[in-house]
């Protein structure tokens, strides 16, 4: 019993210990919210959460010069072991918003902003993300991004997704997109006939396991990519493409080779 008390004596100080240590290094401002952190590699963030927001770090996570922002209510910001942010801004303007970063997963000189209710991002394992943009605008967006997959922007040449109007960006698994991307499933504005009618609603993009997204490439509304695909430099993609293991180039972008994958080491 003695020793029972020692070890929740101990643990008691540990748990004070970390409140303090989070509360002297970074800006806090909870607003009646649950800040959840197993873990006090924490440092010069900025943190201000409204009501009913509930954000988790898991074990051994790392968070330093951040800034989360969160304007609205029953949101959830959840990251689960061993992720690390540095230099990210996190802005949601909304309620019922979800994001998840799986575990292992790195963002560095990234953003995320969502305007509306209901969006969700869903980042899988050991993902791993410099200069990458999320930006969901309207309500019920969602991004599902697979494990074990790279995004790699360069100075302002960043990784791009942009989605409103409640559409979707689903990646595969492995993936590796290079520098000045841009996916978006909408148009953002709307294209109507004489009558005024609406010719450009929004459609969702699937990108399958295993491709590799060059420099400068254009994801538009509608496109489907088959797994095992190389979208070559500055192509533009439009389309559903049925065709996996070969490389897509061109504006439009077609089949320019085929029988073909990829490494992303040098063999």
Known sequence: MILNAQKLAKLMRIQVARKLILRFSNKLKLNKSKFNATSIHFRKNNIVLDKNTYLSCGRDSFLQHSMIYV?????????????????????????????????????????????????HIMIGEKFSSYNATFHLEDDRNEVRIGDGTTCHGRDYRAVNFELCEGSKIIVGKDCMFSNDIQIRPSDAHSLV?????????????????????????????GTQIPEHTVVGAGAVCTKKYTESYCVLAGNPAKVVKQSIDWNRKFL
Request: proline share 1%.
């Open 71 to 119: 304007e609205g209510q029953d949101n959830q910001i959840i990251m689960d072991n061993d992720v690390e942010l540095y230099n990210v801004k996190i802005r949601i303007f909304g309620s019922g918003n979800q994001i998840r970063i799986g575990n292992k997963s790195i963002l560095h000189d990234s953003a995320i902003m969502i305007r509306g209710n209901k969006n």
């Open 193 to 221: 006939d004489l009558s005024g009618k609406r010719l450009n609603p929004a459609e969702d993009i699937i990108i399958g396991d295993h491709c590799w997204i060059c420099l400068g490439v254009t994801i538009l509304k």
